[in-house]
């Protein structure tokens, strides 16, 4: 398999507002000739991404006795079905079979939906990882307010009806919402035996923050 090292592309969101048919084109551009990028300048600051980090810490060191009683809960859906409450949260380990390799991943995850109804139950409580809740609902609100910029470049490109269409669409205040925030802790592999997989995997569409 050939493989072709290309750097990622960039795309800062300073002065957004004033920048708007420059960014859409740049986007535009990013998203048919390249697929992935990263955002800079979105307002994010630094503290507040080292801080969900920490959170991320503490609560993966928690044992599991603790996180179990947050448990992975997901609502199947047959294409053709409408559900009003659509859930997709809480913590599982090891549980996700890649059908691409026929085993399961190392990892274990936390995935928050931002609709609230859907996470109820899956927040751990002050008494067990303490601030997690505030500091993460507080990030979450950064995180979409920076994708709604992202989706607004996306409809005046698109040449949509008018620039909210896709903020709209995702409304996370649906519960039908699947809008989310997935803390995952990858286990330490090393001097361990695992599959090595080449080729191509599937992604879903997704804002990856990586340290």
């Known amino acids: 398999m050939l493989v072709v090292e290309r750097a990622l592309k960039t795309l800062s969101l300073k002065d957004y507002e004033r920048r708007t048919p420059e960014l859409v084109a740049q986007l535009l551009s990013i998203a048919e000739f390249d697929g992935c990028f990263a955002l800079t300048d979105h307002g994010i600051a630094e503290e507040d991404i080292k801080a969900i980090f920490v959170m991320s810490e503490k609560f993966f060191s928690l044992l599991s006795q603790v996180k179990e009683k947050y448990p992975f809960e997901r609502t199947k859906v047959l294409p053709s079905y409408k559900i009003a409450q659509l859930k997709n949260a809480g913590w599982e380990s090891n549980s996700q079979l890649r059908p691409s390799t026929g085993t399961y991943d190392m990892k274990e995850s936390l995935p928050l939906q931002y609709a609230a109804a859907t996470s109820d139950g899956k927040w751990p409580t002050d008494q067990d990882c303490p601030g997690f809740e505030e500091i993460t609902k507080r990030f979450m609100a950064k995180c979409r307010a920076v994708s709604c910029v992202v989706m607004r ?47 191509v995997q599937g992604m879903f569409v997704n804002t990856s923050m990586i340290r």
């Not at 409809?155 to 995702?170: M, Q, S």
């Not at 997935?182 to 080729?199: A, F, P, S, W």
């Open 153 to 199: 470049l996306f409809a005046i490109g698109l040449g949509l009806n008018h620039e909210e269409w896709f903020v709209e669409v995702h409304d996370i205040e649906n519960r039908g919402n699947m809008s989310t925030l997935r803390y995952i802790h990858y286990h330490d592999m090393h001097g361990k035996q695992h599959l090595q997989v080449t080729g």
